[in-house]
C-alpha cells in the first residue's frame, strides 16, 4: 500500500469477501492439522483467514502488518454455505499508522456466524 492509498483511508470504509468451503475443503484441512476426524461445519481458523485475506489484500491492503484479531463465534458455518466475510475501519492512528477494523462474518440469510475486531500497522 502507498502512503497516499494509506491517507485515503477514513473511517466507515469496508471490503468484502464470499466464500464458500466445500466438504473437500474443509477435508482437506483437517488432514493438513493431522485431525483424525473431520469437522462438523467449517473450522474456525478457516473463517478467520477470510479476514487476513480482506485485511492482506483489500483493506487496508498490501503494505499492513497484521498485529491481532478477536473474534466472537455466534453460530457454525455449513460446508457449502454462502459466507460472507467484512473488514470495515473502525479508528486511524495516523501518527503510529495503526487502523482498528471491524471484523463480521454472516451466512445463509444474513445468519451471523461471527464478529470481532483487528488491528493492522502500515510498514511503508
Known amino acids: 500500500m502507498s502512503l497516499e492509498r494509506f491517507d485515503a483511508l477514513s473511517e466507515g ?6 466464500r464458500r468451503f466445500s466438504a473437500d ?3 482437506d484441512w483437517s488432514q493438513l492439522c493431522q485431525l483424525d476426524d ?3 461445519g467449517v473450522p474456525e ?8 485475506c480482506l485485511l492482506g489484500e ?3 491492503g498490501h503494505g499492513t502488518n497484521y498485529l491481532k484479531q478477536a473474534m466472537t463465534f455466534h453460530a457454525t458455518a455449513d460446508a457449502d454455505e454462502p459466507l460472507q466475510a467484512s473488514v470495515t475501519v ?16 454472516t451466512g445463509r ?3 451471523l456466524i461471527c464478529d470481532g475486531e483487528a ?4 510498514q511503508h
Open 38 to 40: 473431520d469437522w462438523q
Open 58 to 60: 483489500d483493506l487496508p
Open 109 to 111: 440469510d444474513g445468519r
Open 13 to 18: 470504509q469496508s471490503a468484502t469477501l464470499e
Open 90 to 105: 473502525s479508528r486511524l492512528r495516523r501518527d503510529k499508522a495503526l487502523v482498528s477494523l471491524t471484523t463480521r462474518c
Open 119 to 122: 488491528l493492522v500497522l502500515f
Open 45 to 52: 481458523p478457516l473463517i478467520a483467514g477470510l479476514f487476513s
Open 25 to 27: 475443503d474443509i477435508h
